[in-house]
């Protein structure tokens, strides 16, 4: 039986029929043959963002409103050939919908480092953990050498390994309360990765080193929400303020932004600085791309004409704000949302405290943002080492943490430093999958854009699984999707198929009934 779902907002494709797949493990390589018409597929434009690894399952959380037109498909009937019958002795247990997976980070998943001693660092560290829930065992003190802004790798070397000593094996990032040291260099002073890129990876010359290209990260633009589990990578963000007052009016702004799905406006500007807007291709189809997302606007200003006005000023709603200039003047002219992300691309904005003359990452903070991000050394403009407005803005709005979306932005992130709050999480949503009146009815904002998703169905006793239904993500945003299901599906089995977390290429089973 082939069946077409309406998807979302009126667009809609139908499919053939489902095909019969070998599960050999999570990663679905290849479709088998015998295949097995069930139902269509949908492919929704409507969503963004990717799953993870398989979690627990999570709180339910309903976000019908945006999505009117989702409407319920007819239950299909299931090919014989795809069962085995069950002896009528045998009561099967009623069918349960598959575990999605989580969509981000949560405060257990962070460590906050405290230096020692350091009357400072104790007392943001505790006002983190209080804020933002840090559970006891997650709060971190080791010695650390606070009156330089560098340390030496072999220093570096000994830190690391106290501080690994004593992470929790669930621990996945990691937050700095100090604010010196914020580089590591090797030999001769050369050769400096950032503290916060350092933490996450080790000191390594391939991450570093000037102009060269430098190391790629394994965690750029993937699916991961376990990073040190999947990729072994432990992301790191240092919170930035040298004093208690100023951390918590960072932290009051990060935790704000939870869950408030602001609306307002992300600046991107192309400036007549040319070397430092090496990132303005990224900016120019961002505009008309994220034109329906509701509550976001993408602003694109080409001032790279002489005389032209390089900066904002006035602006009231600002979310993003990239753009690329030695020092960005009228900062505080704007008013920044609760967790919104900005920076400049220049050679020195990591290099806290005074960024060698250049204005400082931690200037953005200073002026309202929620996080930043800058390199401690040349780096030249080499645009992979500099965040991708496009990529930390699909993976923010799918309900990443402000540190995944960072961190997924960057490509050779090795010379840089992350700061600002890591937990603030606008767009947050917790995906749901519940069978409600016959249909397995999937709630999330957190599918990958353009990426492919299916659900897949097992009768009980049978070895081939069948697709019910299918769907291409578009753009983050809340959707609710029903999928109709066979009549008698007591003893089966569901299953949640799409990008895997950390090759979004291949197709994966991320989620699947108990």
């Not at 499919?15 to 390589?29: D, F």
């Not at 606070?146 to 830190?159: K, R």
């Not at 009815?441 to 009768?459: F, H, I, L, P, Q």
């Amino acid at each position: 039986m082939i069946l077409c779902l309406l998807t979302l907002l009126g667009l809609a494709a139908c499919g053939g029929g489902g095909t019969s797949l070998a599960e050999s493990s999570s990663v679905v390589a290849s479709v088998g043959p015998g295949t097995t018409a069930v139902a269509a597929a949908t492919a929704a434009t409507v969503a963004g963002e990717s799953p993870a690894s398989p979690g627990a399952s999570l709180p339910a959380e309903a976000t019908t409103a945006d999505n009117p037109a989702a409407s319920p498909a007819a239950s299909p009937a299931v090919n014989p050939a795809a069962t085995t019958a069950t002896p009528n002795a045998v009561t099967l247990a009623a069918l349960r919908p598959p575990t999605l997976p989580r969509a981000g980070l949560v405060a257990a998943d962070l460590a906050v480092l405290i230096a020692a001693g350091d009357p400072v660092s104790e007392a943001i560290g505790l006002a983190y953990q209080q804020a933002r829930g840090i559970p006891e065992a997650n709060m971190v003190r080791v010695p650390v050498p606070t009156g330089n802004d560098v340390i030496s790798a072999s220093d570096f070397a000994g830190l690391k390994a106290a501080i690994d000593a004593q992470l929790p094996v669930r621990v996945q990032a990691t937050l700095v309360t100090w604010t010196q040291p914020s580089r590591v260099v090797g030999l001769l002073g050369t050769c400096g990765m950032g503290l916060t890129s350092a933490l996450a990876f080790g000191y390594s010359a391939a991450r570093c080193g000037g102009c060269n290209r430098t190391e790629a990260s394994a965690y750029y633009d993937s699916d991961s929400t376990r990073p040190f589990a999947e990729l072994n990578v432990r992301p790191s963000m240092m919170l930035g303020a040298a004093t208690l007052e100023a951390a918590q009016a960072l932290i009051n702004r990060g935790v704000a932004a939870d869950g408030s799905a602001p609306s307002g406006t992300g600046y991107l500007l192309r400036t007549s600085d040319a070397a430092r807007s090496a990132r303005y291709t990224d900016y120019l189809a961002l505009p008309a791309a994220w034109g329906t997302a509701p509550g976001l606007a993408l602003r694109y200003t080409d001032a790279s004409a002489a005389g032209s006005a390089q900066t904002l000023n006035d602006q009231t709603d600002v979310l993003f704000y990239f753009t690329g200039l030695a020092k960005v003047g009228q900062l505080a002219g704007n008013r920044f949302l609760p967790g919104a992300a900005a920076d400049h691309l220049t050679s020195f904005a990591g290099l806290l405290p005074g960024a060698n003359g250049q204005m400082p990452a931690t200037d953005w903070l200073a002026a309202g943002a929620t996080a930043s991000y800058g390199t401690v050394e040349e780096p030249c403009n080499h645009a992979e080492k500099f965040s991708r407005a496009s990529v930390l803005i699909e993976h923010y709005l799918r309900g990443a943490t402000l540190i995944e979306a960072y961190w997924k932005s960057v490509a050779w992130p090795g010379q840089g430093l992350f700061v600002g709050e890591p937990l603030a999480r606008p767009w947050s949503q917790a995906p749901t999958a519940a069978i409600e009146a016959g249909d397995l009815v999937v709630r999330t904002r957190s599918m990958r854009r353009n990426g492919s998703y299916r659900v897949d169905y097992r009768a009980a006793g049978a070895s081939a699984w069948t697709t019910l239904a299918s769907l291409t993500a578009g753009q983050p945003r809340p959707i609710t999707w029903r999928v109709a299901l066979p009549e008698n599906s007591a003893g089966g089995q569901l299953r949640w198929v799409g990008p895997c977390p950390t090759q979004t290429a291949q197709a994966c089973v991320l989620g699947s009934s108990p």
